[in-house]
């Protein structure tokens, strides 16, 4: 019932852009709050970037703040992670996630539905 689904992954080279866009349904998406994690190979997985249910709040991981944006289309039911100057730290399965807006204040904690992952590959 509950989808997550990620696209506009790839390969790139450093200093590349991609969009990831995360197509939800199954949900009522406009009251939920968004994240994007990944986890890289050999890595632990970690939050990329989050926002609020009506986009009033984002929040970047430092390692990413000012080359990735998080962004959502209330309308379509759409979640996009804008991703600019790419490094090969980069390389990851990003995952999309949602978790009720009443928990978005704890961060990265607590996410219920989560998406099947979409491959980034960042080379020189």
């Known amino acids: 019932q509950v989808q997550l689904v990620e696209s506009g992954g790839g390969s790139v080279q450093v200093g590349g852009s991609l969009r990831l866009s995360c197509a939800a349904s199954g949900f009522k998406f406009g009251r939920y709050c968004l994240a994007w994690f990944r986890q890289g190979p050999g890595k632990e997985r970690e939050g990329v970037a989050l926002i609020d249910n009506l986009s009033a709040i984002t929040r970047h991981a430092d390692v990413v703040k000012g080359r990735f944006t998080i962004s959502r289309d209330n309308a379509k039911n759409t979640l996009y992670l804008q991703m600019n100057s790419l490094k090969p730290d980069d390389t990851a399965t990003y995952y999309c996630?949602?978790?009720?807006?009443?928990?978005?204040?704890?961060?990265?904690?607590?996410?219920?539905?989560w998406g099947q992952g979409t491959q980034v590959t960042v080379s020189s």
């Open positions: 996630a949602a978790k009720d807006r009443a928990d978005c204040s704890r961060g990265y904690v607590g996410f219920t539905y």
